[in-house]
């Protein structure tokens, strides 16, 4: 598939990875609706210009996911909806005890995995819906789906129960999803990405961030944004990437 005059949705999209994968692949001639709840992602939107929308939007809702795809679907005209690239997400720290021996907030667990495993599977399957019925592209194609995990989904740290069982989630619903929407012409991947710099890290102390990149065999440095949506293009365009879950991390292993 090409990226050139087809059209994307992106959720997650004011900032960060989703940020980042709008403006490549608008730069690389495609169509976008910018899907999050952040009220910055009218403005980026704006910056990306004619080729961009704005969706305000939960993940987790199906009227406001559904809303998203059909302004994606009517902004891709005849091509329809060709492909969902799926970064909207939140990370939580909470351990089982705490010092006090105090058990974990059970509503807090369950906030984290409704947003990042059932939001992702909301996004899948009203996208998929909507792909299904596009005209078939070289080798049969109709769409692709491109989720978000994380390294936390395996090598998850101390506290991150409820982050790494969401993210654990996205792994394990990519080749079972894969295999079923085959039928249909549709791709499903997922990137697991290291440390980035996101907004998600602006709240780390320096030293913290120093020790994480330290942590990095090569480049020793974060994820660049730019670096994510580079990989997303090239699944997009490469028709046998699908089923799998690629780590984009520079050789990290959380400890």
Known sequence: ???????????????????????????????????DLSEAVEAHAEALGEAARAWRGDVTS??????????????????????????????SVAKLLDREGNPADLEAYARTVQINLVGTFNVMRLASAAMAGNTAGEDGERGVIINTASVAAFDGQ????????SKAGVVGMSLPAARELSRHGIRVMAIAPGVFE???????????????????????????????ARLAEQIVTNPMLNGEVIRLDGGIRMQ
């Open 1 to 35: 598939m090409q990226v050139k005059d087809n059209t994307f949705l992106i959720t997650g999209a004011a900032s960060g990875l989703g940020a980042a994968t709008a403006e490549r692949l608008v730069a690389a001639g495609g169509r976008v609706v910018l899907c």
């Open 62 to 91: 199906a009227d406001d996911i559904q809303a998203a795809v059909d302004a994606a679907v009517a902004l891709g005209g005849e091509r329809g909806l060709a492909g969902v690239v799926h970064c909207a997400g939140v990370v």
């Open 158 to 165: 101390v506290g991150q129960c409820a982050y790494s069982a």
């Open 198 to 228: 996101t907004p998600m890290m602006s709240d780390i102390p320096e030293d913290a961030v120093a020790a994480l990149s330290a942590a990095v065999p090569f480049p020793k440095r974060l994820g660049k944004p730019d670096e994510f």
